[in-house]
């Protein structure tokens, strides 16, 4: 984790600045961009291992950015906005974000938040399982018509790709490793993200409308989660 590279996007440049220095007195390797289009392009041609982007940014703003962004990489990001709704949350989260942030917000909680996200990176890479959710310790789930990789990170449905987020796959992997088993948002939310105390447990819900908004974009019929209200979620084998 040390001397990861964090991507920071926005158009106030106090910010850019006062986070950056931060960052690498923490040691990371900082890039700064304040045009969403010249970020959007770097991003993909030269992909950092975290991106940080405000979502009020003239011309090509955080929410399409991140859309765009999407279409072609999986690369952890999170939000950054000045608007504290829930709905914009959801949105975010929706559009792809692995987490979201509202404007002010301490630099100590940005930076938990970072670490947070690569260590789930870290551990949805390695051979072993720390949260023993995950069947054969890394090694491929096949369930039915789902296929996950978690060495490569791929997941395919009926031998389709299928583009998660590393949140959206640590989420599909507790799943779909106990078949049928129902799962809370409480024990999703410590597979997805630890030790965090900052993460409502309705990001779950989000999380779960992005993923099978992905599965059906390949198998309009997806049903293979299923909600059990007031319990939780569970996979089906498809």
């Known amino acids: 984790m040390p001397g990861a590279t964090i991507a920071l996007v926005d158009d106030d440049r106090n910010i850019l600045t006062s986070v950056a220095v931060a960052l690498q007195a923490e040691g990371f390797v900082t890039r700064v961009y304040t045009d969403g289009d010249v970020a959007l392009k770097a991003l993909i041609d030269n992909p950092p291992d975290l991106a940080v982007c405000d979502i009020k940014m003239p011309k090509l703003d955080g929410l399409e950015l991140l ?48 670490r947070a996200i690569l260590r789930r990176v870290e551990f949805s890479r390695s051979d072993a399982d720390p949260e023993g959710t995950s069947a054969g310790g890394g090694e491929p789930i096949v369930r039915g018509r789902l296929s996950m990789d978690p ?57 779960i409308k992005r993923i099978r908004r992905k599965f059906k974009a390949v198998a309009p019929s997806f049903d293979a989660i299923d909600t059990l209200y007031g319990a939780g979620y569970r996979f089906t084998d498809g």
Not at 165 to 180: C, G, H, K, N, Q
């Open 67 to 114: 859309r765009r962004l999407r279409a072609v990489s999986a690369l952890p990001v999170i939000l950054l906005t000045s608007k504290d709704q829930e709905s914009d949350e959801a949105e975010g989260l929706a559009t792809g974000a692995d987490d979201y942030i509202a404007k002010p917000f301490s630099q100590a909680l940005l930076i938990a938040r970072i």
């Open 151 to 207: 060495q490569r990170h791929r997941v395919h449905w009926d031998g389709l790709e299928v583009a998660l987020t590393v949140t959206e796959f640590m989420i599909l992997e507790a799943l779909a490793s106990r078949p049928d088993v129902v799962k809370s948002r409480n024990q999703l939310l410590d597979v997805a993200y630890h030790d965090e105390v900052y993460v409502d447990d309705r990001t779950i819900d989000s999380h």
